[in-house]
């Protein structure tokens, strides 16, 4: 075959990322609050652009014929149907199934930067806390450590001692200066510096008033109950664990492969500031992006947040007096370019409203038993399980759920909040949601007797009575993962409060 110049003539079909559909697919990310700053950004930039009345009716909220009309119009169009399915050249099914979910709530292994305690902790009762309870001022540490001494001590020189401490702390909860120092500022013996230090460090959060990482984190494995040899051996050489020298790790704790996984696992568990989790943050009010209340024939009624949700229009007689002055092909080019940015981005903001509520409806669909009866009745759910139900990709839901807020009965929770993995159930009957176990966990704890503590391992003894068949380690996991401590730690708390 000769070799030469030919020309040849190929169809092909590809998906080119404009910018109006990389900014189509932003969209979708964004909560209402971000949504109304972006609104104001295009205000500005845009002179076509305006703020009209009350934003339309949501799907199932009833609507003019003209306006019916155009949503199927809207439905029809292959670019809109490409905004609300979210698809890209760069969308790759994330491949999230729900054990990863229950680990990056749990454990925070996906942390940015692989620090350690990057977990998001579940509230006590099961469910998230509401607005209310959001909008109150966070306790500084030094407040939440101070309201801790008087029931650990009725010592007044040592509750004094103890005072200084906590004065010291930095904002992460490490003690910043020496004992020796401690002792010469009070005119005290060191020994009794020792001694308030050592009291110190018996309080809420664990592993304040460390005066090294490996303290602090030494602290937190006693706490819960796993400070033995091997794991003293690995929090004594944390250097080679951010070296990453695993084989070295393993011959001086002197176990095999899967002990160590178990026991880096662990380790990455326990919070490096600890003291960060007090008065650090912002407490700002979540404002819910959608409401969902129960109708008097037992079904629900699911609606965006209007009062969030401004609606932008096209100024058309600003647009018919600017396009009269317009005498050169420039200006013409320019104000045209300004329109069917105008437009395309009405039509996102429309697109991005309907998807919300077809994947807040699955959502409700799949959960309705939590809505009606609460978190015990959480079920298993996936990513991939609401976009097979709506037609859509898992990312699309992806990000739909990212900073979306529901506000039902029972409080108002992170979308996020309803996709947990299951826990296998005795008998082979199905699964259960792991935060149903996690309530379960906080009921048993809450009911125990103050004079038999319950370890983890009569925790899984009845909870498979139960209907759930968990490991022990499952058990502890969970147990940190909602805010209780060990047995040891329970039983000191438990007998404070019984002498209080």
């Not at 003690?175 to 308030?196: C, F, K, M, Y």
């Not at 409203?353 to 959502?363: G, N």
Request: proline residues 4%; aromatic residues 4%.
């Amino acid at each position: 075959m000769a070799l030469g110049p030919r020309l040849d003539l190929r169809q092909t079909q590809s998906l080119v990322m404009t910018p109006q559909l990389q900014q189509a697919i932003k969209l979708l990310a964004l909560s209402n609050l971000e949504i109304e700053a972006f609104v104001g950004d295009a205000l500005e930039a845009n002179p076509l652009l305006e703020i009209g009345g009350s934003a339309p009716a949501a799907e199932g909220e009833g609507g003019d014929a003209a306006e019916d009309q155009r949503r199927t119009t809207m439905e029809k169009s292959p670019v809109d149907q490409l905004i609300g399915e979210g698809r890209a050249e760069d969308d790759r099914p994330l491949d999230i199934d729900a054990s990863a979910l229950d680990r990056d709530r749990d454990t925070g292994d996906g942390a940015a930067g692989g620090e350690w305690g990057g977990d998001v902790r579940i509230a006590p009762s099961g469910d998230l806390p509401s607005i209310e309870e959001r909008g109150q001022a966070a306790q500084s540490l030094a407040e939440h450590l101070g309201a801790q001494v008087g029931a650990a001590t009725d010592d007044p020189r040592l509750a004094a001692i103890v005072g200084f401490l906590i004065a010291q702390l930095d904002e992460a909860g490490y003690l910043t200066v020496s004992l020796r120092e401690v002792a010469t500022e009070l005119g005290v013996a060191q020994s009794e510096a020792e001694a308030a230090l050592a009291l110190l460090q018996t309080f809420d959060p664990t592993g304040v008033g460390a005066r090294s990482l490996s303290e602090c984190i030494a602290l937190q494995a006693v706490e819960a109950d796993r400070y033995d040899p091997a794991m003293a051996r690995l929090i004594d050489n944390l250097e080679l664990v951010a070296k990453g020298e695993v084989q070295r790790l393993k011959r001086i704790c002197g176990v095999d492969d899967e002990d160590f996984a178990d026991m880096l696992a662990e380790l990455r568990g326990y919070d490096p500031k600890p003291g960060l989790a007090l008065g650090g943050g912002s407490n700002a009010p979540v404002t819910p992006d959608i409401l969902l209340t129960a109708r008097d024939d037992g079904g629900w009624d699911i609606a965006l947040n209007q009062e969030t949700l401004p609606r932008l229009v096209v100024n058309r007689d600003y647009y018919v007096e600017l396009k009269g002055a317009c005498d050169d092909k420039d200006s013409r080019a320019w104000l045209s370019q300004k329109l069917t940015d105008a437009n395309w981005l009405i039509k996102a903001l429309d697109q991005r409203q309907k998807t919300i509520l077809k994947v807040a409806t699955e959502i409700v669909r799949q959960q309705d038993g939590f809505f009606r009866h609460g978190v015990t009745q959480l079920k298993p759910l996936t990513l991939r399980a609401v976009a097979e139900a709506i037609g859509m990709h898992e990312s699309t839901v992806s990000r739909v759920t990212s900073n979306k807020y529901l506000h039902c009965e029972r409080g108002t929770f992170e979308l996020k909040y309803f996709f947990t993995s299951g826990v296998a159930a005795t008998g082979g009957d199905g699964a259960v949601s792991a935060e149903a176990v996690k309530a379960s966990i906080r009921q048993l704890i809450d009911a125990e007797d103050p004079k038999a503590i319950l370890s983890d391992d009569a925790l899984v003894d009845l909870l498979r009575q139960k209907g759930f068949d968990v490991a022990r380690r499952t058990v502890a996991k969970y147990r940190e993962a909602i805010g209780l401590g060990s047995s040891v730690q329970r039983r000191r708390q438990k007998a404070i409060a019984a002498v209080r």
